[in-house]
């Protein structure tokens, strides 16, 4: 007899469904096979932790046991956690893309028994509205038809799976224009909201590889409107809502054009995506703002997203008390309350800078924020404030929190290890060194079963070979802990990594990587991408690795599946540049890199490799004079003129400076303008 068999799983977001009156099944076999034998059609349904809409129908529908009885009777239903099954998920999401639906979460999907996808949608109420049909409709309608209008189904089930397999199998090869990195930039710039920053209307999303693409071109070519656009649009989501001037972090988007009101869910990624364009930015601006905000971020960071085990958490959700939001709004009455120590005048500056009023700025509550009072106040106004902040902060703590999603996510974590490996480095910060390396050191040691690299690890259970983006972004966080610390031992994990990614993961007749392992679980379509969503696409980060590991060790096997991957999808390009900006910063390395050799060691080598590290160079490539590197190679035989400790020298292509002896003349060939 068919049950609730959730109850065994690690994922928090299918234990949240473990006592749910629907028959829920994990996806496997086992589901597909009952599905098959009694001749249902499969209900999946897929969302994550800390999504709200998922809790929302969760709470609406799969809690109801006439809802549930329903699905139960018809469908054989499979849930599924698009964190922990991000292949399952970006098959079915693209196919509701090709139904035309906007796509999002939760996403329910109806399959036929062999698991291919035949209609489908998104959210449904219990009952009629927004716009929707209530949900037990849908489900009468869709089995009905499943079983009445075979035809339809089956045509239906053909045009998607085929839509499938040639987005897997599109071919756009070609060659980018010589100019096709200032051409982007120029035609991105010019979407930029001139007011609020950011791109477009509401919803807005930070957009993290899209403003580096233009940091990286004020740099490169020193167009200002690029620089004014990044400025202005972190600016705005570091005063607007969308952080949290309390605990530090920034939620998944703003739901409105102002960045005031959040969705309030902190998502790791998001975080390490802000947390390096913040030490770029912060480096390569005299705005202490973002220095500001990169540390209470990572901060936070390493107060609350930490495991045990020393990876880096998944999530934070938007809920707590069944309420989006509840645990960071405020009424004006909390915040006297708890501010009574301070002078009524010190208040009432603070209620004005923070937009702290008697009605709110939300639903009735209050979103802290400065997007009225974006510029620094005088130092001592700001470290008044500073106080006021923690004593909220405190105040805040006993709340009750929102879930925490705990499990440790390969590629999340790659990301999260580089970015803090990178702004260790730039602000000479040990402790932040320290947790990106623990982070590396339980991956790198705990994820991997058979030689092989996993991708999600809870309760001390591995499941999941990677796919091809946690190779990608822990292939950047060894490069990056390499760059920052000289340890060789991260270069040559990078190396055995990019070699296993290519074994398995390479489309040989199509160029580029496969989403899933050439030996992983068979699914209705092996996906290959190189657009961004929220996580930066592998195949564009692979661009950026590929071409530091080139630099690095002058193997022009990197360089040759650097340039493959450019050819590849290079075509893509003039269908949708927009979702490619992590493919164009890769090119933009690849073409335009800043070579720092150093040669020699002790103190003298230790302050330039620093001094290095501290540039606003996104596209700078830190390396150490060797022997064994080929001839030709910018490092290669690099020495230490005589008398002096340690040399450095700025290459840009095969052509290198003359060496420099100390760090400040270091510093002084890598400034940029402020």
């Known amino acids: 007899m068919s049950q609730n068999l959730l109850a065994e799983e690690t ?6 469904h473990k006592d749910n009156p629907v028959h829920w099944h994990p996806w496997g076999p086992q589901a597909l096979a009952q599905a098959k034998a009694s001749n249902k059609p ?6 994550y932790a800390a999504c709200h809409w998922c809790h929302v129908m969760a709470h609406e529908s799969f809690e109801d046991e006439d809802v549930a009885a329903v699905m139960n009777e018809l469908f054989v239903n499979i849930k599924v956690d698009r964190e922990e099954r991000p292949d399952i998920d970006t098959i079915y999401m693209s196919a509701l893309h090709h139904l035309g639906e906007q796509g999002g979460w939760p996403l329910t ?13 998104t959210y449904f109420p219990k009952t009629a509205g927004y716009g929707r049909p209530g949900f037990p409709d849908v489900l009468r309608e869709v089995s009905r038809i499943y079983h009445d209008e075979g035809d339809k189904v089956a045509k239906n089930r053909d045009a998607l799976r085929e839509a499938l397999r040639a987005q897997a199998a599109r071919q756009a090869p070609g060659k980018p224009a010589p100019q096709i990195l200032d051409e982007v930039a120029d035609r991105l710039v010019r979407n930029i909201d001139p007011e609020n920053g950011g791109i477009g209307a509401a919803p807005k999303f930070p957009q993290p590889f899209l403003l580096e693409l ?40 703003a739901v409105d054009d102002t960045w005031l009101v959040p969705h309030f869910e902190k998502m790791l990624y998001d975080n390490a995506s802000f947390i390096g364009l913040l030490t770029h930015v912060a480096k390569g601006t005299a705005n202490p703002l973002f220095e500001n905000r990169l540390r209470e971020t990572i901060s936070w960071v390493l107060r609350e997203m930490v495991t045990a085990e020393g990876a880096f958490a998944a999530s934070i959700d938007a809920d707590s008390e069944g ?37 709110g700025n939300f639903e009735g509550h209050t979103i802290l924020n400065r997007l009225a009072h974006p510029d620094a106040l005088p130092d001592e106004t700001e470290a008044l404030f500073a106080r006021m902040r923690q004593v909220l902060f405190t105040t805040r703590k006993p709340r009750v929190r929102p879930g925490w999603d705990d499990k440790a996510l390969t590629d999340w974590n790659g990301q999260m290890i ?28 705990q994820m991997i079963r058979n030689g092989r690299l996993h991708h999600a690890f809870r309760a001390g259970r591995l499941q999941h070979l990677a796919m091809a983006d946690g190779y990608a972004n822990m292939i950047s966080a060894a490069l990056a802990l390499y760059e920052t610390t000289g340890t060789d031992t991260y270069l040559a994990q990078a190396r055995q990594w990019a070699d296993e990614l290519h074994t398995h993961y390479w489309d040989a007749e199509g160029g580029g990587y496969f989403f899933t392992a050439d030996d992983a679980e068979a699914l209705v379509v092996r996906t290959r991408s190189v657009t ?17 590991l080139w630099y690095l060790t002058g193997d022009t096997t990197y360089q040759d599946r650097a340039n493959s991957l450019v050819r590849t999808f290079a075509g893509e390009l003039a269908r949708n540049f927009f979702p490619m900006c992590t493919y164009l910063n890769g090119l933009d390395t690849l073409l335009n890199a800043v070579q720092v050799v150093i040669a020699g060691d002790g103190e003298e080598a230790d302050d330039m490799r620093a001094t290095a590290l501290s540039a606003s160079l996104p596209y700078r490539v830190i390396n150490y004079a060797r022997a064994d590197l080929p001839p030709g190679h910018p490092a290669f035989e690099k020495t230490v003129p005589s008398g002096w400790q340690a040399a450095a020298y700025v290459c840009e292509g095969t052509n290198c400076s003359l060496p420099v002896e100390t760090a400040n003349a270091l510093h002084s060939m890598l400034a940029r303008p402020v």
């Open 323 to 359: 309420e989006e939001g509840k645990f960071y709004v405020w009424s004006e009455a909390e915040v006297d309350a708890a501010l009574s120590d301070f002078a009524p005048a010190e208040v009432t500056h603070f209620k004005q800078v923070y937009d702290v009023t008697p009605h």
């Open 418 to 445: 580089a970015a803090l490996a990178r702004a260790a480095g730039a602000f000479d910060e040990p402790i932040w060194l320290e947790a990106a390396s623990t982070a590396f050191s339980f991956i790198r040691t």
């Open 214 to 253: 233009l940091w990286r071109t004020w740099l490169r070519i020193g167009d200002e409107r690029c620089r004014n656009a990044v400025t202005l649009t972190l600016t705005r989501m570091c005063q607007g809502g969308i952080y949290d001037h309390l605990g530090g972090g920034l939620a998944r988007y």
């Open 11 to 16: 994922s928090p977001y299918l234990l949240q």
């Open 109 to 121: 999907m109806f399959l036929t028994p062999d698991g291919e996808p035949f209609w489908g949608g």
């Open 532 to 548: 961004d969503d929220a996580t930066p696409s592998a195949n564009g980060t692979m661009i950026e690795n590929l071409a530091r």
């Open 42 to 47: 499969i209900l999946l349904s897929v969302g």
